[in-house]
């Protein structure tokens, strides 16, 4: 079966612009969670979406937002962006509390 | 929330040679997985060992939920098995898919 894909996989942005990932989750899946990977504080959670509500979330500002439809396929975005936004964005789905399955990733570089 | 702290860091060795990669966490859980991260950035799922052992050819791994530690082993290395290994936990009912990352192992193994 098809894994998780994440679009698009490479992105450059300008200080202050705006942008949008996202994630189409493993079919049947209902839970897709963000995480940002960067050099100096590694993977950390940004949020959790099930159902269309978000169940957890993450020690982010408020520029990190995110949303999930009613396929589960879910959304994050981060306006105002800056510098220390460059990161890889990993997005992850799972049944219910079960095993997490990676997508490949999205590389955004901020200049 | 849960912590998850990996030993060694970085960790070198020998073609031909075993390894034993350590994962700590802070509280019980119902998630541990085990990840392998490609040099493109994608995590590849290993084990998903809340408890118990498992064992995949020269790969295996071991969770002792009571005394809140998982160990990787690997045997025979090979080059290919170079990269960075993450540990990664979830708890709680309200935080199961809230999935919280150690800094990893950087495993580099030398023909």
């Known amino acids: 079966k098809a894994g998780v894909t994440q679009t698009p996989r490479y992105l450059i942005k300008t200080r202050g612009q705006q942008v949008t990932l996202s994630c189409s989750p493993i079919s049947g899946h209902r839970s897709v969670s963000w995480y940002q990977q960067t050099p100096g504080q590694g993977l950390q959670f940004l949020f959790e979406y099930f159902s269309e509500t978000q169940r957890n979330k993450g020690n982010f500002p408020g520029r990190f937002s995110g949303r999930q439809f009613s396929n589960s396929r879910s959304e994050m975005n981060v306006s105002t962006l800056e510098l220390g936004d460059s990161a890889l964005y990993l997005c992850a789905s799972s049944l219910q509390n079960t095993e997490a399955f990676f997508g490949q990733g999205t590389r955004l570089t901020v200049v | 929330g849960i912590q998850v702290e990996q030993s060694p860091p970085d960790l070198i060795l020998q073609e031909g040679a075993n390894s034993t990669l350590r994962c700590n966490f802070s509280?019980?859980?119902?998630?541990l997985q085990w990840f392998h991260q490609n040099p493109w950035g994608q995590l590849i799922n290993l084990f998903y060992?809340?408890?118990g052992t498992k064992q995949n050819g020269r790969l295996s791994a071991t969770t002792v939920a009571t005394e809140r530690y998982s160990l990787l082993y690997i045997s025979s290395s090979q080059t290919t098995d170079s990269g960075v290994y993450f540990c990664?936990?979830?708890?709680?009912?309200?935080?199961?898919?809230?999935?919280?990352f150690g800094s990893g192992t950087r495993l580099s193994i030398r023909p």
């Open positions: 060992i809340p408890s």
């Open positions: 990664a936990a979830a708890g709680g009912y309200s935080s199961a898919s809230k999935i919280i």
């Open positions: 509280d019980s859980v119902n998630n």
